[in-house]
């Protein structure tokens, strides 16, 4: 009985001491291993990023106003004076899908309204409304030409300046720009960049002037900042 459990003793004895070697020789394998730094493979290959060629492209503009549903499909509102005299008989009206129309010009005042110091705008949906019934519409009133557009999350504020990198020959560079129309999607670049230019799109919130660049893909873009 005594031989058994000796027997047995001994058995668990080398148990643990096989476990210990083996956990000692993974450790020792574990700190042999090469170490992969982030900042090491930045310096080497360059920070990852992605870079689109900006193209110069004409760009919609469009102006929201308001009116209120009078009676079926005739709804009025109030316009600025700028705005009136983009505005034209049957001319069409949109929502937040500009590809379909909601509604047409009907008429525009042209005497200013005293109290609201607007001019009156008259429009015509396409379906009934429901009277009293509160419209956000908007229309094309202009057309940039040769526009450069990025998205607002290219911009780089900083101290109420507008800055973005730019993909220079492998490096990065911070540059500052000049802002036109700008809305919830992109901006509208009048200063500060060219045609052909290659702009950081994604991975910029990493970089540091004349970080050596690692690019992802270099697509086209055009209207709106969107790639083609």
Not at 181 to 205: E, K, W
Request: proline share 3%; net charge neutral.
């Amino acid at each position: 009985m005594k031989t058994r459990k000796a027997v047995i003793y001994i058995g668990i004895a080398i148990g643990c001491f096989i476990s210990i070697w083996i956990r000692i020789n993974m450790i020792k394998a574990d700190r042999g291993r090469e170490i992969v730094s982030y900042y090491g493979e930045w310096q080497k290959s360059g920070k990852p990023v992605e870079v689109r060629v900006i193209e110069a492209t004409e760009v919609p503009v469009y102006d929201q106003f308001t009116v209120r549903a009078v009676n079926g499909r005739i709804a009025r509102g109030f316009v600025t004076g700028e705005v009136k005299e983009a505005l034209r008989p049957e001319q069409e009206i949109y929502g937040e899908d500009k590809a379909v129309p909601l509604a047409v010009v009907r008429s525009v005042g042209k005497d200013l309204d005293m109290d609201t110091g607007m001019f009156p705008v008259e429009v015509e949906f396409k379906k009934s409304c429901s009277q009293g019934g509160v419209f956000v519409i908007s229309a094309h009133t202009v057309t940039i030409k040769n526009a450069l557009v990025v998205l607002n999350e290219v911009l780089d504020i900083s101290a109420g300046e507008y800055f973005i990198w730019k993909d220079d020959a492998g490096f990065a560079r911070k540059h500052r720009v000049s802002i036109g129309s700008r809305d919830g999607y992109g901006a509208v670049i009048t200063g500060g960049l060219q045609p052909g230019d290659r702009v950081i799109f994604s991975g910029q919130s990493i970089l540091e002037d004349n970080d050596r660049l690692l690019v992802v893909n270099v697509p086209a873009i055009g209207k709106t900042g969107k790639s083609q």
